[in-house]
């Protein structure tokens, strides 16, 4: 399987900005998926969560209210929508596919794209 995320920038904070995850090579509407992120010099971070349909999602207590996670089985992306950016948003963010369901660690996910650079100013 491979994931392309996509959709990073340098933006101004308040503003949002969309990711997606495009993903190939295996039966993407059978699976959950997952957004992470990583700043510089900490540990990769549960961001949200989606379930194989789309009708479940999960989201980190940091972000819930401003971002959201959805999918598009037709196209096999999964996106990310992020409102209100704030400066601690910035980070590299990936996503993944979830062999659990709807987990929030790092070990409950397989696969992962290459990371999409989210850069907040002030």
């Known amino acids: 399987v491979q994931l392309q995320a996509s959709g990073g920038g340098l933006v101004q904070a308040g503003v949002s900005l969309r990711l997606s995850c495009a993903a190939s090579?295996?039966?993407?509407?059978?699976?959950?998926m997952g957004w992470f992120r990583q700043a510089p010099g900490k540990e990769r971070e549960f961001v949200a969560a989606?379930?194989?349909?789309?009708?479940?999602?999960k989201y980190a207590d940091s972000v819930k209210g401003r971002f959201t996670i959805s999918r598009d089985n037709t196209k096999n992306t999964v996106y990310l929508q992020m409102n209100s950016l704030r400066l601690e948003d910035t980070a590299v963010y990936y996503c993944?596919?979830?062999?659990?369901?709807?987990?929030?660690?790092?070990?409950?996910?397989?696969?992962w794209g290459q990371g999409t650079q989210v850069t907040v100013s002030s």
């Open positions: 090579g295996r039966t993407f509407s059978r699976y959950g």
């Open positions: 989606i379930s194989w349909s789309g009708g479940s999602t």
């Open positions: 993944a596919t979830d062999r659990r369901y709807l987990s929030t660690e790092v070990s409950g996910y397989d696969y």
